[in-house]
């Protein structure tokens, strides 16, 4: 592999902005062309995305912990229990 210099570093941020500007272009010709009822269902589709998909992976964050605590109390009374047992 060879040294990095900024030469390198420039050209692939040009390449990387002239990637993004040609996505772009390609975005705008596709919402251009599309129907009203084809936009509407992309609106419908990114609003999931943006909205109703990051509640639902912070829910399932949220309810992951809550089991994992409330099995950690769990396991940790009853090997305190456990331990009662035998040093009795």
């Keep these: 592999m060879s040294k990095l210099n900024m030469q ?3 050209d692939l941020f040009e390449e990387i ?6 996505m772009a ?6 919402i ?7 936009l509407l269902g992309a609106a419908l ?3 999931f995305i943006c909205s109703i998909l990051p509640l639902a992976l ?6 992951l912990l809550i ?14 229990r456990r331990h009662q047992e ?3």
Excluded: D
């Design 8 to 10: 390198s570093v420039l």
């Design 17 to 22: 902005f002239q990637a993004l500007c040609r």
């Design 25 to 30: 272009r390609y975005g705008v010709r596709l």
């Design 32 to 38: 251009g062309r599309m129907s009203p009822q084809a």
């Design 45 to 47: 589709v990114l609003a």
């Design 58 to 63: 912070v829910l399932f964050v949220i309810f």
């Design 67 to 80: 089991k994992l605590a409330v099995g950690a109390s769990v396991l940790g009374a009853r090997r305190h």
């Design 86 to 88: 035998h040093v009795e």
